[in-house]
């Protein structure tokens, strides 16, 4: 090889840096000293120390620089711009510490770095320092320098010394209004960004992709569907719409602005989609409840080659939540795995999530384990898994560990919404009113809506429906729709006709179109044998045309969705589940098992009445899974009401005389039935 000039090895050097080839960036240093005599020309040393920090490898950077016999600013700049390049905030402070011991001044690029190092580590302590000293050296009137300042006042909280920062710069670029805006999004400040962009606008700024964006992100914060079109049309207008950053950004604010059909046209229309666009897309599907759809497209996705991130695969576990699909829950977890992603903190938190909604708490409980840093909705999601089982003992337990010991995690309004509703589905009454009178005592958190109504739903819950609705006209806050819909359906459960017609009212007067409430008072009147009134109930709705939701329940089985209603008799294979329903009538009844025709919510003949419950929909789902689904597999099912307690009677008895595992997921919580018990204890 013929030897190489000190500008060419330099250049070796710079390859090795854009091509991330740590092995070629050693053989060149190997070449160095082989061809130059020591010492070496200082821009050499410089561009060592470039390359060694820049590869991540700072014991050689570190070594190099020791070696250097007249460092300068450049050197120390590199060594630490390359630490800050690569997470190492700490090292890069300490670095900047020692090159000011080295008596070098720092410069216009030393002093962004050492910013980002400082608001990067949260250290407002250290950014002012580093400010004190940009004023003392004159470096802070430096456009880039008093950005990156305001970066650091601004990500470590400080917004008042932030915006003195930004008001008192004597020149602003686009770089500095991009970080203004970008950080009022990240703060919630949706409206200062908004004005600030308007600001930006009367000062004769032209936006650029990352302005386009910012902008995007505070109009969907604000829900602010207006000002976003207005944007589009903008974007139109500037040329911008070819850019795939802003189409993304286009297709997050749509989605978040529950215009997907906009996010739908948006995507179609980008050329070359890139993984961000993909992820977008899919995203805007789980806000919109479209869960399918997401499914779908991250399929569409994995066929032309998108590789799984962290935030797509997140965003794919909670549809497969929503959907209750536990199986493609699990392949989408396995890829996770394969492509390294499960050790994220998303990604394991929706995990968790994800098998809790699916009923699966073994499963949950494991991916929560393997969750290495857990955050407070990692927390969350493992206490709602429970609240959704019913087991308050291990939410409660779980939530005494979150906020006790050495996990310290304060908890937040949600955390309390999960464990009172675990409290509620349990019957742990005196527990859950001690959690709930130290909301505010002891964690400064002010109940709302949702905590009132799992009081509400706990006390009604237990018996005690008298008591729950003194509570009620007791509350600092008006009753909601969720509130005086617990206290109804505690009076059908337990047959207070009075007290519910007073709690109907009241949801009638907040939501008169709900055609959940008329049924549930008329379901009471019916179970209390008050036909008439039942029957009056039903008029009334059929007057103002209110309709009824079909209730009903599903089953996955061959990578299909079977739906059945009650009474149903459309299905392919109708003539097996019929015949599947007689035999199970039959042992049952030899088992000892008597139809609750009070469930019939018709007033019809005894044995009518007995038919009526027999063909509930949850009972043909389940005669159709006994026969597809193979034996030691559990058979799930979904329905969109509460399961009624024939159903529920009757599950309990099939899971003994078939000998299988039976969940059931309702729109109240999971039943896991197994040798003629339930995991509720007739508890819901």
Same mark, same amino acid.
């Given at each position: 090889m013929?030897?190489?000039s000190?500008?060419?090895?330099?250049?070796?050097?710079e390859?090795?840096?854009?091509?991330?080839?740590s092995?070629?960036?050693?053989?060149?240093?190997?070449?160095?000293?082989?061809?130059?005599d020591?010492?070496?020309?200082?821009f050499?040393?410089?561009?060592?120390v470039?390359?060694?920090?820049?590869l991540?490898?700072?014991?050689?950077a570190?070594l190099?620089?020791?070696?250097t016999?007249? *460092?300068s600013?450049?050197t120390?700049?590199?060594?630490?711009?390359?630490s800050?390049?690569? !997470?190492?905030?700490?090292?890069a402070?300490f670095?900047?510490?020692?090159?000011?011991?080295?008596?070098i001044?720092?410069?216009d690029?030393?002093f962004?770095?050492?910013?980002?190092?400082?608001?990067?580590?949260?250290?407002?302590?250290?950014?002012?320092?580093?400010?004190a000293l940009?004023? @003392?050296v004159?470096?802070?009137?430096?456009?880039?320098?008093?950005?990156?300042?305001f970066?650091?006042?601004?990500k470590? !909280?400080?917004?008042?010394?932030a915006?003195k920062m930004?008001d008192e710069m004597?020149e602003?670029?686009? %770089?500095?209004?991009?970080?203004?805006?970008?950080?009022s999004?990240?703060?919630?400040r949706?409206?200062?960004?908004?004005?600030?962009?308007?600001?930006?606008?009367?000062?004769?700024?032209e936006?650029?992709?990352?302005?386009?964006?910012?902008?995007?992100?505070?109009?969907?914060?604000a829900?602010?569907?207006?000002?976003?079109?207005?944007l589009?049309?903008?974007?139109?207008?500037?040329?911008?719409?070819?850019?795939v950053?802003?189409?993304n950004?286009?297709?997050?604010?749509?989605?978040?602005?529950?215009q997907?059909g906009?996010?739908?046209?948006?995507?179609?229309?980008?050329?070359?989609?890139?993984d961000?666009s993909?992820?977008?897309m899919?995203?805007?599907?789980?806000q919109?409840?479209?869960?399918d759809?997401?499914c779908?497209?991250f399929?569409?996705?994995?066929?032309?080659g998108i590789?799984?991130?962290?935030f797509?695969?997140?965003?794919?576990?909670?549809?497969?939540? !929503?959907?209750?699909?536990?199986e493609?829950?699990?392949?989408?977890? %396995?890829?996770?795995?394969?492509?390294?992603?499960?050790?994220n903190?998303?990604v394991?938190?929706?995990?968790v999530?994800m098998?809790?909604?699916c009923g699966?708490?073994e499963?949950a409980?494991r991916?929560?384990?393997?969750v290495?840093?857990?955050?407070?909705?990692?927390w969350n999601?493992?206490?709602?898994?429970?609240?959704?089982?019913?087991q308050a003992d291990?939410?409660?337990?779980l939530?005494?560990?979150?906020?006790?010991?050495?996990?310290?995690?304060?908890?937040?309004?949600?955390?309390?919404?999960?464990?009172?509703?675990?409290?509620?589905r349990d019957?742990?009454?005196n527990?859950?009113?001690?959690i709930?009178?130290?909301?505010?005592?002891r964690?400064?958190i002010?109940?709302?809506?949702?905590?009132y109504?799992?009081?509400?739903?706990?006390?009604? *819950? %237990?018996?005690?429906?008298?008591?729950?609705?003194?509570?009620?006209?007791?509350?600092?806050?008006?009753?909601?729709?969720?509130?005086?819909?617990?206290?109804? !359906?505690?009076?059908?459960?337990?047959?207070?006709p009075?007290l519910?017609?007073i709690?109907?009212?009241?949801?009638f007067?907040?939501?008169?179109?709900?055609?959940?409430?008329h049924?549930?008072?008329s379901?009471?009147?019916?179970?209390?044998?008050?036909w008439?009134?039942?029957?009056?109930? *039903?008029k009334?709705?059929?007057?103002?045309?209110?309709?009824?939701g079909?209730?009903?329940?599903?089953?996955? %089985?061959?990578?299909?969705?079977?739906l059945f209603?009650?009474k149903?008799?459309?299905?392919?294979?109708n003539?097996?589940?019929?015949?599947?329903?007689?035999?199970?009538?039959?042992e049952?009844?030899a088992a000892?098992y008597i139809?609750?025709?009070?469930?019939?919510?018709?007033?019809?003949?005894e044995?009518?009445k007995v038919?009526?419950?027999w063909?509930?929909?949850? @009972?043909?789902?389940?005669?159709f899974g006994?026969?597809?689904?193979?034996?030691g597999?559990?058979i799930?099912?979904t329905?969109?009401?509460?399961?009624c307690?024939?159903?529920?009677?009757?599950?309990?008895?099939?899971?003994?005389?078939?000998?299988?595992?039976?969940i059931?997921r309702?729109?109240?919580r999971?039943?896991?039935?197994?040798?003629n018990q339930?995991?509720?204890?007739?508890?819901?």
């Amino acid at each position: 090889m013929p030897f190489l000039s000190a500008n060419s090895l330099a250049s070796l050097l710079e390859s090795a840096v854009s091509t991330q080839c740590s092995r070629f960036g050693r053989a060149a240093h190997a070449q160095i000293v082989k061809t130059l005599d020591n010492p070496l020309p200082s821009f050499i040393y410089n561009h060592l120390v470039n390359m060694y920090s820049k590869l991540d490898l700072p014991n050689s950077a570190k070594l190099v620089i020791s070696l250097t016999p007249n *460092r300068s600013v450049v050197t120390w700049t590199a060594l630490i711009a390359g630490s800050v390049q690569n !997470g190492r905030f700490i090292s890069a402070l300490f670095h900047f510490s020692n090159m000011r011991r080295d008596s070098i001044q720092p410069n216009d690029f030393t002093f962004p770095c050492a910013f980002k190092a400082s608001g990067s580590l949260r250290s407002p302590l250290a950014g002012k320092q580093l400010h004190a000293l940009a004023v @003392k050296v004159g470096q802070i009137t430096d456009v880039f320098v008093g950005c990156s300042a305001f970066d650091m006042y601004s990500k470590t !909280g400080l917004t008042y010394e932030a915006r003195k920062m930004f008001d008192e710069m004597p020149e602003r670029n686009i %770089a500095t209004w991009n970080a203004y805006l970008s950080n009022s999004v990240l703060e919630g400040r949706y409206e200062d960004a908004l004005t600030a962009f308007i600001e930006f606008r009367l000062e004769g700024w032209e936006p650029n992709s990352i302005t386009f964006c910012a902008f995007l992100n505070a109009c969907a914060g604000a829900s602010n569907l207006r000002l976003g079109s207005q944007l589009h049309g903008f974007v139109l207008q500037s040329g911008f719409e070819a850019d795939v950053s802003v189409a993304n950004g286009l297709i997050d604010f749509y989605g978040k602005c529950h215009q997907v059909g906009c996010s739908e046209i948006i995507f179609s229309g980008i050329s070359k989609p890139n993984d961000v666009s993909w992820c977008s897309m899919v995203a805007s599907y789980v806000q919109n409840d479209e869960e399918d759809k997401a499914c779908m497209l991250f399929l569409r996705a994995r066929k032309e080659g998108i590789e799984p991130t962290d935030f797509m695969v997140s965003s794919v576990v909670s549809a497969c939540a !929503g959907l209750s699909g536990l199986e493609v829950g699990r392949g989408v977890h %396995a890829l996770a795995v394969k492509a390294c992603v499960e050790g994220n903190i998303f990604v394991g938190s929706a995990l968790v999530d994800m098998y809790g909604k699916c009923g699966s708490i073994e499963d949950a409980d494991r991916a929560f384990d393997e969750v290495p840093e857990k955050n407070l909705i990692t927390w969350n999601a493992m206490i709602g898994a429970y609240a959704h089982q019913g087991q308050a003992d291990m939410a409660v337990a779980l939530f005494d560990k979150m906020t006790h010991a050495s996990h310290v995690v304060a908890p937040n309004y949600v955390t309390f919404v999960c464990v009172l509703s675990a409290c509620s589905r349990d019957g742990s009454v005196n527990v859950g009113m001690e959690i709930f009178e130290s909301m505010r005592g002891r964690y400064g958190i002010e109940p709302g809506a949702e905590h009132y109504a799992c009081v509400v739903d706990m006390l009604g *819950r %237990a018996g005690m429906v008298e008591q729950a609705y003194q509570f009620i006209k007791k509350m600092p806050i008006r009753p909601t729709v969720s509130v005086w819909g617990a206290l109804l !359906g505690a009076c059908k459960m337990f047959a207070k006709p009075e007290l519910g017609k007073i709690a109907a009212d009241k949801l009638f007067e907040l939501d008169p179109l709900d055609s959940g409430n008329h049924v549930l008072l008329s379901n009471m009147f019916a179970s209390a044998g008050r036909w008439e009134e039942a029957t009056l109930v *039903r008029k009334e709705m059929k007057d103002v045309g209110i309709k009824k939701g079909a209730g009903c329940s599903w089953i996955t %089985a061959g990578n299909a969705v079977h739906l059945f209603q009650a009474k149903d008799t459309s299905h392919d294979r109708n003539s097996e589940i019929q015949a599947m329903l007689a035999k199970l009538r039959r042992e049952m009844k030899a088992a000892g098992y008597i139809p609750d025709t009070k469930f019939a919510l018709f007033d019809l003949e005894e044995e009518e009445k007995v038919m009526e419950v027999w063909y509930h929909s949850e @009972k043909i789902a389940l005669a159709f899974g006994l026969i597809v689904i193979p034996p030691g597999v559990p058979i799930r099912i979904t329905k969109n009401l509460r399961i009624c307690g024939d159903c529920h009677s009757a599950i309990k008895f099939i899971s003994g005389i078939v000998g299988r595992e039976i969940i059931v997921r309702d729109n109240n919580r999971f039943h896991r039935f197994r040798d003629n018990q339930c995991s509720c204890r007739d508890y819901w």
